[in-house]
């Protein structure tokens, strides 16, 4: 029963230590540079991550045409022989691909 006494007294000096320390501050990562706001009042990181996700786009509906006309050209020609052009393709399917997802992991 008498146990309670040690016990808010601990508590009182607990709270008491807490308040008084300075709160805990989360440093800065220095490889995250701080948001710059453009002239117009944006965000010059969103902006750029707008622009990039609309290249995205055009380099994806490029890539779905390029990987469709792959497709016929291997559907017309032989089975053994395939012409240089369709290997150019391949080439721009795959730097395409690489060049998007850089951007993604961006």
């Known amino acids: ?3 309670w006494l040690p016990r808010c ?7 008491a230590l807490s308040l008084s ?3 805990l501050q ?7 540079p ?11 990181r969103e902006e750029l991550l707008k622009a990039e996700h609309e290249q995205n786009i055009k380099d994806a509906g490029q890539l779905a045409d390029l990987a469709q006309q792959l497709k016929e050209d291997i559907e017309k020609n032989d089975r053994y022989v395939l ?14 691909a690489k060049k998007i997802r850089s951007r993604l992991r961006h």
């Not at 701080?34 to 010059?44: A, F, R, T």
């Open 9 to 15: 007294a601990l508590a009182l000096s607990l709270a």
């Open 1 to 3: 029963m008498k146990l």
């Open 34 to 44: 701080e948001d710059v706001k453009l002239p117009n009042g944006k965000s010059q």
């Open 21 to 23: 320390q300075e709160p």
């Open 26 to 32: 989360v440093p800065r990562n220095p490889s995250q």
């Open 83 to 96: 012409s240089v052009a369709t290997l150019k393709k391949t080439d721009e399917i795959e730097k395409l």
